[in-house]
T-cell receptor
């Protein structure tokens, strides 16, 4: 069975520090994609970054990077130089390409950036 | 508009009534998802439409819940005989296709059952 695990229900980080949000996944599929989404208190879901299972390099998008360790089945999100506006809920998600392509989500990590 | 549109944005209704929630996906997006999110919680998958394939209804919590997608575009989620535990935000998302494309989410419908 496919599963996404986010072990940190909540985190407090000082502004300007780097943050790592953990995500591990379980799948028997060889081809899959990993996604991170941000949900601020306003409720909208914002796509941040994508990593394909066959991508050689870690994905980066501005201050976001994905620390992809395929053998360990982990896809941690790294936010560099955190800002107050980064305070939000963060969800890790996975889609296996060879199944029904349904995306599954982790339970999320609530990140609080302290001034 | 350019994004996923959901209506109504808020719905308050009495227990036992039926409700219909609407989702208008981004034009050209073949995949459409419905999720439910209770306050402070994660996303609970409800149903998934992909093109002309039979929908994946494996997440629907009971037979009071149903959804349809007409013409491969607009989708309606119907909850019959609403219960108080149905109160949540219902999110719709669409994606370009069911491969490596991210989902684009609507702003959700906040449903409150009195």
């Amino acid at each position: 069975a496919q599963k996404i695990t986010q072990t940190q229900p909540g985190m407090f980080v000082q502004e300007k520090e780097a943050v790592t949000l953990d995500c591990t996944y379980d799948t028997s599929d060889q081809s899959y994609g990993l996604f991170w989404y941000k949900q601020p208190s306003s409720g909208e879901m914002i796509f941040l970054i994508y990593q394909g299972s066959y991508d050689e390099q870690n994905a980066t998008e501005g201050r976001y990077s994905l620390n992809f360790q395929k053998a360990r089945k982990s896809a941690n999100l790294v936010i560099s130089a955190s800002q107050l506006g980064d305070s939000a809920m963060y969800f890790c998600a996975m889609r296996a390409m060879n199944r029904d392509d349904k995306i599954i989500f982790g339970k999320g990590t609530r990140l609080h950036i302290l001034p | 508009g350019a994004g996923v549109s959901q209506s109504p944005s808020n719905k308050v209704t009495e227990k036992g009534k039926d409700v219909e929630l609407r989702c208008d996906p981004i034009s050209g997006h073949t995949a459409l998802y419905w999720y439910r999110q209770s306050l402070g919680q994660g996303l609970e998958f409800l149903i998934y439409f992909q093109g002309n394939s039979a929908p994946d209804k494996s997440g629907l919590p009971s037979d009071r819940f149903s959804a349809e997608r007409t013409g491969g575009s607009v989708s309606t989620l119907t909850i019959q005989r609403t219960q108080q535990e149905d109160s949540a935000v219902y999110l719709c998302a669409s994606s370009l296709d069911a491969s490596n494309q991210p989902q684009h989410f609507g702003d959700g419908t906040r449903l409150s059952i009195l």
